[in-house]
């Protein structure tokens, strides 16, 4: 049920031992919500608050894709040998 706030209503549910509650599509891209991203549950005086602590945790797909080998391909030596290197 959509309150005139934009908020949705939903019911707690089991997940796995503990309890979850599904973020619809709307209100987690409201949010700027996305899978990865890392939140803090606090109990406040009339229920939850869920707060967002930074930013999402790529995965390695994203990671990859970000990617670019004219920024990042190479070694950079910008001295000697140091120590007792064999070469």
Known sequence: MRTPTGAIEQ???TWGN????????????AARLSPGTPVKVEVVKNG???R??????LTLAQKLKAFDPQ??????SDGGRI???VF
């Open 11 to 13: 019911t707690i549910k």
């Open 18 to 29: 503990g309890l979850g509650v599904r973020i619809t599509a709307p209100i987690a891209k």
């Open 48 to 50: 939850l608050l869920v």
């Open 52 to 57: 967002t602590v930074g930013k999402p945790k």
């Open 71 to 76: 920024l990042h391909s190479g070694e950079i």
């Open 83 to 85: 120590g007792v290197e």
